[in-house]
T-cell receptor
Framework: AQSVTQLDSQVPVFEEAPVELRCNYS??????LFWYVQYPNQGLQLLLK??????LVKGINGFEAEFNKSQTSFHLRKPSVHISDTAEYFC?????????FGSGTRLQVQP | DADVTQTPRNRITKTGKRIMLECSQT?????MYWYRQDPGLGLQLIYY???????NKGEISDGYSVSRQAQAKFSLSLESAIPNQTALYFC????????????FGEGSRLTVL
């Protein structure tokens, strides 16, 4: 069975500051990893994904994530956040079946 | 038009009523899913279907049933709704490539009084 842990339920940050949202996973097999973003009152959209290859993955809106197999982590980073990045972020893992999601991290960007 | 369409978008009902949430997709994907979102719990898988003749229970299937009427249609039913089924429900699809990447509908907000 696979599981995902998002260590922070809320992350407040000031505009233009860097941010890291943490994600750890557990799985007995090779996995695919994803970050999704949910803006207020909207559905989820894909931010980025790791399938194979380079462990540093770049996504939309300036976000990137690094796959670390030894630490079973897939942390999401952005060097400078904007007010418009305020949203909930979900990490997810797949072993080629259905996705398993973490509990989410609410990013609150303050002016 | 959205690739994954959910109806209704909002529904208020009473305890004991039967409710059906419908999902249709134009992405041509074989795989379809129903997830439930509750604050602080993320998304939990209710049911999923890898093709028209394949239905699988997810982690929280009790109290729910599904029907895969066609490749493009996957409906979720609550036979007798209860207040703790108040939540935001998402339908999603994925291709048969096997990566698991999901494409979501905009959600159906259900309130059970």
């Amino acid at each position: 069975a696979q599981s995902v842990t998002q260590l922070d339920s809320q992350v407040p940050v000031f505009e233009e500051a860097p941010v890291e949202l943490r994600c750890n996973y557990s799985s007995s097999v090779s996995v695919y990893l994803f970050w999704y973003v949910q803006y207020p009152n909207q559905g989820l959209q894909l931010l980025l994904k790791y399938l194979s290859g380079s462990t540093l993955v770049k996504g939309i809106n300036g976000f990137e994530a690094e796959f670390n197999k030894s630490q079973t982590s897939f942390h999401l980073r952005k060097p400078s956040v904007h007010i418009s990045d305020t949203a909930e972020y979900f990490c997810a893992v797949s072993d080629r079946g259905a996705l398993t999601f973490g509990s989410g991290t609410r990013l609150q960007v303050q002016p | 038009d959205a690739d994954v369409t959910q109806t209704p978008r909002n529904r208020i009902t009473k305890t004991g009523k039967r409710i059906m949430l419908e999902c249709s997709q134009t992405k041509g994907h074989d795989r379809m899913y129903w997830y439930r979102q509750d604050p602080g719990l993320g998304l939990q898988l209710i049911y999923y279907s890898f093709d028209v003749k394949d239905i699988n229970k997810g982690e929280i299937s009790d109290g729910y049933s599904v029907s895969r009427q066609a490749q493009a249609k996957f409906s979720l039913s609550l036979e007798s709704a209860i207040p703790n089924q108040t939540a935001l429900y998402f339908c999603a699809t994925s291709g048969t490539g096997g990566t698991g990447e999901l494409f979501f509908g905009e959600g159906s907000r259900l309130t059970v009084l």
